[in-house]
């Protein structure tokens, strides 16, 4: 199936994806929480049954897996972007308290993670598991009889991560792909629901490289503590002190911009692109750069790429780039049956320099 | 830097240092004005307001910058982040 197709699913209809590159941790014990406390940069104030994005920093303060903690009852389920189950075993081993009671449980072998994204999800969700799931709130989860059902996603869209035992993965995928057809859907690649990710300004692991940046380049702040200790704090502490002279900013483009392309202002070099994808949506490139902290801002113009017989022009925008049917879709009034009744705005609203 | 590109900065910058300052009062965040991202998210993830904390910032936006969101459906599209309030500022205003 072409990009453009896998895209439309994701943007307009539903889409499920197998999300194998994800980790699947279980950490059992009373200590649970305070050993993921100890690796995670954020403060983990979340409750049972509800869900917290975070970090794993190295000692540089560069992020190395993207994670969701995932408080259920005496243990703590963890979704794990960036390293392997055996890499963050060895990063508990180094900055958990040895004396802490958790015993860590690796989900893969008998589990699969399925994921379910688009304005009609919830639609495919209820009909194959229960209604009542168009109320489950964003950031939360529950068991049900074949597994657990998370409301989560990266897209913009609605979106289910679906954590099941393997025996059952393979006659639920197939379910409900049988459904995501029927509202126009399909299975899409982890390159379109990456895509979707860059649009919505969600981080990726796989958005370019993170080398020499910090949660605070990257505008991820908000998922660092100022409270506590964790790997990577002394690196983030000194980067702040000395303040940041870089910052992590969305662009348009109308022609090919290409990853590591530098950036020229009217009278100097401004910074350099670090992920760069054709978006349907917008009808030509979208992408992040990191541009010099004094520039940083959206709605600027004045950006190119220098070439020897021409110029590519960026323009600057500010993150989330589209106006997702999700926001407008409203699970209590609308269906993919009935969805020319109502009035969507366009995805995106800009223009291209 | 051209004169209008750093006419155009120094107007965003100080919309956002001002937006920021009220995030953080109406939140009531124990964070500096600058640890709060642009384009980080304000709901869900990110800063992780709710719909009373939404309806405090809009008042506030209205009182502050003539902002007129009450009752508006564009109100959940433009306060997403830092950056799309400081857009929906300058657009009202002409600046954009």
């Not at chain 1, 453009?4 to 994800?22: C, F, I, Q, T, W």
């Not at chain 1, 690649?189 to 860059?198: P, V």
């Not at chain 2, 009062?25 to 709710?50: C, H, N, R, S, Y």
Request: some cysteine.
């Amino acid at each position: 199936m072409s990009r453009e197709n896998e895209y439309r699913s994701v943007r307009h209809g539903a889409a499920l994806s197998r999300m194998d590159h994800v980790g699947l941790l279980r950490l059992r014990g009373d200590d649970a929480i305070d050993a993921v406390d100890a690796v995670c940069s954020s403060d983990l104030w979340v409750r049972d049954g509800r869900m917290l994005q975070s970090l794993i920093l190295d000692e540089r303060g560069q992020p190395v897996a993207d994670v969701y903690v995932c408080p259920d009852d005496e243990a703590c389920i963890l979704m794990v972007e960036g390293i392997t189950t055996d890499e963050f075993a060895a990063c508990l081993a180094r900055h958990a308290d040895p004396g802490l009671e958790i015993e860590l449980e690796d989900l893969r072998p008998e589990h699969e993670l399925l994921s379910l994204h688009g304005p009609y999800a919830w639609e495919v969700l209820s009909r194959w598991l229960t209604p009542d799931i168009i109320g489950l709130p964003y950031l939360s989860f529950y068991h049900f009889d074949r597994g657990i059902c998370f409301r989560a996603g990266k897209t913009g869209e609605y979106g289910y991560d679906l954590v099941m035992r393997s025996e059952d993965a393979e006659d639920a995928r197939r379910e409900l792909l049988e459904l995501v057809r029927s509202v126009g859907g399909a299975e899409v690649s982890l390159g379109t629901l990456d895509l979707c990710a860059l649009e919505n300004g969600f981080f990726s692991v796989r958005h370019g490289s993170v080398e020499g940046l910090t949660p605070l380049e990257l505008q991820l702040q908000w998922r660092v503590s100022a409270r506590k200790r964790f790997p990577g704090v002394a690196a983030i502490e000194e980067r702040r002190a000395g303040g940041v002279s870089r910052r992590l900013t969305y662009f348009v483009a109308r022609d090919e911009v290409k990853t590591g392309d530098l950036l020229r202002g009217p009278d100097a070099p401004v910074g350099e692109v670090m992920t760069a994808a054709f978006s349907p949506g917008v009808g030509g490139v979208v992408g992040t750069a990191l541009l010099d902290i004094s520039v940083a801002h959206p709605g600027i113009d004045e950006f190119f790429v220098p070439d020897r017989d021409s110029a590519t022009a960026i323009r600057t925008v500010s993150s989330p780039l589209l106006l997702n049917r999700s926001l407008v879709v409203d699970p209590r009034r609308h269906t993919y049956a009935t969805r020319e009744d109502a009035t969507h705005p366009p995805l995106w609203q800009g223009s291209l320099p | 830097m051209t004169p209008d590109l750093s006419d155009y900065v120094a107007s965003r910058v100080a919309l956002l240092n001002r937006v920021r300052l009220i995030l953080r009062d109406t939140m009531k965040l124990q964070v500096e004005p600058e640890a709060i991202d642009p384009d980080a998210p304000l709901f869900g993830t990110g800063l992780g307001m709710d719909s009373v904390d939404a309806v405090e910032l809009v008042v506030q936006l209205d009182a502050v910058f003539g902002l007129e969101l009450i009752g508006s459906p564009y109100a959940s599209t433009t306060i997403r982040t830092v950056n799309t309030i400081v857009d929906a500022i300058m657009e009202a205003s002409g600046e954009s």
